[in-house]
T-cell receptor, first 113, second 117 residues
């Protein structure tokens, strides 16, 4: 089955800096890669996703890049703000009919003012 | 459009009791997924259901756990004879599936935090 590795497990940055979180996956058949943000005591919120027919997707301060050959994808947050502090999860699935998500273990991002 | 709803938000049970967790998907969504999250871990898939059907239960323990999604009403995750190791956050997600452009996008509820004493 699919295995998703996520690094780093914790990341501390100063407000205004950029943050990068990286994930690798094992199943070359995976072609859908969402990122979720989870705040304390809440459910995961989808913040951006990418499908394998594109290499990069951007939404304001958030971008995701995908390298299918190397089987890794990354989340980039620019101009970080304290409210970006949360746990971020990457996931992978096969976008064919239904497909369950395999999650990484998460990255705790702390943005200091 | 209301999001995915789960209740209760917190549930405390003693060992040997039953736990029932409820999930109402987003309006228009007929596909429900249950995930379990242990402390400082990612979410692990348990079961995927459509109305009145279990499609994939490969992530659900064979004993004590069951799930249903009836024609009317919420999806239910049921844990019988709970043990301390069942303590976790249980999240439900729903997806529209079949609607153009949204295949596989899953939207999560706030979760139920189960504590077994």
């Amino acid at each position: 089955g699919e295995n998703v590795e996520q690094h780093p497990s914790t990341l501390s940055v100063q407000e205004g800096d950029s943050a990068v979180i990286k994930c690798t996956y094992s199943d070359s058949a995976s072609n859908y890669f969402p990122w979720y943000k989870q705040e304390l005591g809440k459910g995961p919120q989808l913040i951006i996703d990418i499908r394998s027919n594109v290499g990069e997707k951007k939404d304001q301060r958030i971008a995701v890049t995908l390298n299918k050959t190397a089987k890794h994808f990354s989340l980039h947050i620019t101009e970080t703000q304290p409210e970006d502090s949360a746990v971020y999860f990457c996931a992978a699935s096969m976008d064919s009919g239904y497909s369950t998500l395999t999650f990484g273990k998460g990255t705790m991002l702390l943005v200091s003012p | 459009n209301a999001g995915v709803m789960q209740n209760p938000r917190h549930l405390v049970r003693r060992r040997g009791q039953e736990a029932r967790l409820r999930c109402s998907p987003m309006k228009g969504h007929s596909h429900v997924y249950w995930y379990r999250q242990l402390p400082e871990e990612g979410l692990k898939f348990m079961v995927y259901l459509q109305k009145e059907n279990i499609i994939d239960e490969s992530g659900m323990p064979k004993e004590r756990f069951s799930a249903e999604f009836p024609k009317e009403g919420p999806s239910i995750l049921r844990i019988q004879q709970v043990v301390r190791g069942d303590s976790a956050a249980y999240f439900c997600a729903s997806s529209p599936f079949g609607l153009a452009g949204d295949t596989d996008t899953q939207y999560f509820g706030p979760g139920t935090r189960l504590t077994v004493l």
